[in-house]
């Protein structure tokens, strides 16, 4: 079975960061793509950030470029989403995403086999 698992949502501060981590288990990612996605209340879910599973490249959406971060770790089989200069309207719902068909960064939800259980993050002004 398989299970992704998020941490480190919670509260920040505007101006402030923090790391979000998701943990895969009961496969590897590997020649495939992991993605976050938020969604806040009463807006549709928005494509945050991607990246190859191999190759290691990574995409934004214009909302987070230059504010955000996404990495992985390949023996630890996590990713993670490094949120610096935080806004108010960064709160939303997190997940993570992950997909093993592809390894092209698709901003489709849609495209995306595996879902973490979503976590909340809220930014105070």
């Known amino acids: 079975q398989v299970r992704l698992v998020e941490s480190g949502g919670g509260l920040a501060q505007s101006g402030g960061s923090l790391r979000l981590s998701c943990a895969a288990s009961?496969?590897?990612?590997?020649?495939?793509?992991m993605g976050w996605f938020r969604q806040a209340p009463g807006k549709e879910r928005e494509f945050v950030a991607g990246i190859s599973w191999n190759g290691g490249n990574e995409y934004y959406s214009d909302s987070v470029k230059g504010r955000f971060t996404i990495s992985r770790d390949t023996a630890k089989n996590t990713v993670y989403l490094q949120m610096d200069s935080m806004i108010p309207e960064d709160t939303a719902v997190y997940s993570c995403?992950?997909?093993?068909?592809?390894?092209?960064?698709?901003?489709?939800?849609?495209?995306?086999?595996?879902w973490g259980q979503g976590m909340q993050v809220t930014v105070s002004s």
């Open positions: 009961g496969r590897t990612f590997t020649n495939g793509r």
């Open positions: 995403a992950g997909d093993v068909r592809s390894s092209y960064i698709s901003t489709l939800h849609t495209a995306y086999m595996y």
